[in-house]
């Protein structure tokens, strides 16, 4: 999914946002230090700017996590209906997914890329970070609950005053309405169901062209969130978020590698070189779109004309995986929630680590398989442990590579899964 536009591709003119963004702003703290006027300007102008193309993904938060989680959890619901190829992507889908989380949250515990800003750069950057949201998410923060309540508020009384306070901690119970519509779509059966879905369906298709309209705003709302973490607190913050880029880059690495080599190995009996040089246009494809959706007929023609594997298993597997099994979205959730609260020294218990691990799984099957897709939803698991929504805006500018990168993990593990659930399926003849 991209905003056509002649000339340069979105992710290009993002990429120049960036630089020139950062550039900017660092050259102007070191020409004019705290002078009033530069922190005016990235308050006031570049910082809003973008703030303009954050909300305009905020709004579609609401009506996309109804729709999107609402309708995969149909999906799979029907999918358990086909049996064992189902039930195996699933089971699949949930340990790859699992795994991918671990990994990330693993190396961001053992490498805190977020800790250690000095107290007052952070003042500044919250400051400068839209003040309003960022006090009340951490007073909710604060507000202690016992583990029981905290479990059984996760139910809602209200899904429509939830969905209205849905950045006051109303996002969790709205998921789980929208898990519980799912799931009843799926056990009343198509004829019912079928309204409903076409209705939730056009609901996606809509919502996903909100987003994709923001990300044609991407390049300058980039550009003004660099200016202003950069004139604002300067090399110190920009090398955290270095470190958050590499670590996150190296933890897709080590879960393409090993886990994926290991299921291939174990369980489909394939070289694993064989396989990632048979679908190395697939993975190239999407690093170059970022989009699980627009990468799938490459995947789909591969798995069945370089793979060998049996079409109806492919077509299956593949097309629930561009939107279901999203393993690199999983792990960029977790590493990005667990870094940003470290920036903002909001010290998380192991409970609410293992909030972050599920969330950030069910969040990979919710996200959309387009640029972007899980921008969103960090917004969700951000506010679900107390971490202000805006902090996506310190991670935006170097968010794109990072999307392509994970997308291609994405694309890889469905299908990987698919020539798991193939062998599998062999033996079993
Ligand atoms: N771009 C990703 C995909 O299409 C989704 C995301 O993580 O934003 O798979």
Not at 169 to 190: A, C, D, E, H, R
Not at 239 to 263: E, I, R
Not at 301 to 329: C, H
Request: charged fraction near 15%; glycine fraction near 10%.
């Amino acid at each position: 999914m991209s905003v056509k536009k002649k000339g340069l591709p979105l992710h290009t003119r993002i990429f120049v946002g960036l630089l020139a963004g950062t550039a900017l702003g660092l050259a102007g703290k070191a020409a004019f230090g705290g002078d009033a006027w530069l922190v005016w300007f990235a308050a006031n102008i570049a910082n809003p700017l973008g703030q303009v193309f954050l909300r305009l993904v905020f709004m579609a938060v609401v009506p996309l996590v109804v729709a999107a989680l609402a309708l995969g959890v149909s999906e799979i619901g029907e999918v358990g209906r086909v049996g064992r190829v189902g039930v195996r992507t699933l089971l699949l889908t949930l340990a790859f997914s699992s795994i991918a989380v671990l990994i990330g949250v693993g190396a961001v515990n053992l490498f805190k890329p977020g800790v250690g800003l000095s107290p007052e750069v952070r003042e500044k950057l919250t400051a400068s970070l839209q003040s309003q949201t960022v006090q009340t998410t951490l007073e909710n923060a604060a507000k202690k609950k016992t583990v029981v309540q905290t479990l059984v508020e996760i139910i809602p009384k209200n899904p429509l005053s939830d969905a209205v306070g849905a950045f006051d901690g109303g996002l969790i119970p709205l998921m789980f309405f929208s898990l519980m519509t799912g799931l009843s779509m799926s056990l009343v059966g198509p004829e019912k169901a079928g309204p409903l879905k076409a209705v939730l369906e056009s609901l996606l298709a809509v919502t996903l062209k909100i987003i994709e309209l923001a990300m044609g705003l991407a390049p300058y709302g980039v550009a003004g969130l660099m200016f202003s973490v950069a004139a604002t607190a300067g090399v110190e913050a920009l090398k955290m978020l270095l470190g958050y880029f590499l670590l996150v880059m190296a933890a897709l690495a080590l879960h393409l590698v090993v886990v994926y080599s290991a299921a291939l190995a174990v369980i489909a009996r394939l070289s694993p070189l064989r396989f990632f040089q048979d679908i190395s246009e697939v993975m190239m494809t999407a690093f170059a779109t970022s989009s699980s959706n627009v990468t799938l007929p490459v995947s789909l023609k591969a798995a069945v004309e370089n793979l060998k594997l049996p079409r109806d298993i492919s077509n299956f597997v593949l097309t629930i995986g561009a939107t279901a099994n999203q393993n690199g979205t999983a792990l960029y959730e977790g590493v990005t929630v667990l870094f940003l609260a470290q920036f903002f020294g909001v010290d998380l218990t192991l409970g609410q680590q293992f909030t972050v691990v599920v969330m950030s799984v069910l969040a990979g099957v919710g996200t959309a398989g387009v640029p972007g897709g899980s921008l969103p939803l960090i917004a969700v698991v951000l506010q679900s442990v107390g971490v202000p929504g805006e902090g996506i805006g310190i991670i935006l500018g170097v968010d794109r590579i990072l999307d392509m990168s994970r997308t291609v993990l994405n694309v890889t593990g469905d299908l990987t899964i698919a020539a798991c659930v193939s062998a599998l399926e062999k033996e079993e003849k």
